[in-house]
């Protein structure tokens, strides 16, 4: 089946610095990608769209300057939290879905728990 | 607006079936997904509805209506590693999804 690496799978930071967050399509093409963050307890809440070669499709609130989307190849998109602060520590998650099968599931990676100390 | 209703969390005893419901209203339906989502993992695929009628799948089992914006996902057989958050969700018109909250499952012995 369709496989989605997400890495790291776990990162602690100190407040200021930025992590990098990527996300590989193992075994397909994924022409869009979408990043969700999700609070302990709480529902998904998806932060952004990835396409391949073009910007990025960011929700209402989420601060693209702070939360950088790149999405060089069909495989890979990388999000980048730049000058992590404490309250940016949660659950991120990426998902795809195959190019040209749009009702086809999303397939998620394993998440990373970013902890901003 | 869009809107995904699914139960908070609900209660079942290992060995037993439980259904847990969704209702929708949306723009436009390209169908609707479940997902089971452990404590501090991702969400991983269940089942896919785009047409009326019963799918199933093992244990579990999905239902849809779109007549009534309705659907439900049967577990039967529960185990304890059933425990989990059952997520519905339902691709719009533009082929985006809507998530509901999820609902938390327990399972009792």
């Known amino acids: 089946g369709a496989v989605v690496s997400q890495h790291p799978s776990r990162v602690i930071c100190k407040s200021g610095t930025s992590v990098k967050i990527e996300c590989r399509s193992l075994?397909?093409?994924?022409?869009?990608m979408f990043w969700y963050r999700q609070f302990p307890k709480q529902s998904l809440m998806l932060m952004a769209t990835?396409?391949?070669?073009?910007?990025?499709?960011?929700e209402q609130g989420v601060e693209k300057d702070k939360f950088l989307i790149n999405h060089a190849s069909l495989t890979l998109s990388t999000l980048t939290v730049t000058s992590a602060h404490p309250e940016d520590s949660s659950f991120y998650i990426c998902s795809a879905r195959e190019s040209g099968k749009e009702n086809s599931p999303l397939h998620f990676g394993n998440g990373t728990r970013l902890t901003v100390t | 607006g869009q809107n995904i209703d699914q139960p908070t969390e609900m209660t079942a005893t290992e060995g037993a079936i439980v259904q847990i419901n969704c209702t929708y209203q949306t723009s436009g339906f390209n169908g609707l997904f479940w997902y089971q989502q452990h404590a501090g993992e991702a969400p991983t695929f269940l089942s896919y509805n785009v047409l009326d009628g019963l799918e199933e799948k093992g244990r579990f089992s999905s239902f849809l209506s779109r007549s009534k914006g309705y659907s439900y996902l049967l577990l039967k057989e529960l185990q304890m590693k059933d425990s989990a958050s059952y997520l519905c969700a339902v691709m719009d018109s533009n082929y985006q999804l809507i998530w509901g909250a999820g609902t938390k499952l327990i399972i009792k012995p």
């Open positions: 075994d397909f093409q994924a022409t869009t």
């Open positions: 990835s396409n391949e070669g073009s910007k990025a499709t960011y």
